[in-house]
């Protein structure tokens, strides 16, 4: 069973996904049916506390990341990994096209043991399968504090869709979403 996170109701999951640019991963769980909550933050860094700025700066060690709230009748952590799997480049060592540092790296931050081997399944397959042209960096670790990001990153995309980012970075990840993933599109999103 998944684990969930203080916070979350009953009946929900969660899981932990840092794969770039946070606003990038926002946008697309935020489109997934089953996906009742996503939230952009830092996770898996040494010091007691995060902050855009310090995370940026390097020195904290934290991803940026988001925590996804979901309904698990609706939408299993295994296809919540086949998004995360298409919208990022799992090969690409602490960087996600221009976005570079060890902030924008490839991580799974697990909840439990299940979700844990899940993802190595799930990395394994890949691997067998030579989906990718060269070898899966994503970490797979457990996950510890997360920490929330400030206010304005949150509904980036939504807020600011004609923003140069949004509009060269995040809008094609979402293209490459509806085009794979049309049967897990939330109309109402």
């Known amino acids: 069973m998944t684990e969930t996170l203080p916070g979350v109701p009953p009946g929900r999951a969660s899981a932990i996904f840092a794969g770039g640019c946070f606003w990038c991963l926002e946008a697309v769980f935020q489109r997934v049916r089953g996906v009742t909550g996503v939230t952009s933050g830092y996770i898996g860094g040494s010091a007691a506390t995060a902050t855009y700025e310090a995370v940026c700066a390097g020195g904290t060690g934290h991803a940026e990341a988001v925590r996804i709230e979901f309904d698990p009748a609706q939408l299993s952590y295994p296809e919540l990994l086949s998004v995360f799997f298409l919208i990022h480049d799992p090969t690409q060592l602490n960087r996600q096209g221009n976005d570079v540092g060890t902030q924008y790296r490839s991580a799974i931050f697990h909840l439990d043991e299940t979700q844990r081997e899940e993802a190595l399944a799930f990395i394994a397959a890949l ?21 929330a990001a400030e206010a304005y990153h949150h509904d980036y995309f939504r807020r600011h869709p004609q923003q140069g980012y949004c509009s060269f970075v995040i809008a094609p990840k979402l293209a490459k979403f509806r085009e794979h993933f049309a049967h897990l599109l939330d109309d109402k999103a």
Do not use: L, M, N, Q
């Open 127 to 147: 691997r067998d399968e030579e989906v990718f042209d060269a070898p899966i960096v994503t970490e797979v670790r457990p996950a510890d504090v997360f920490h």
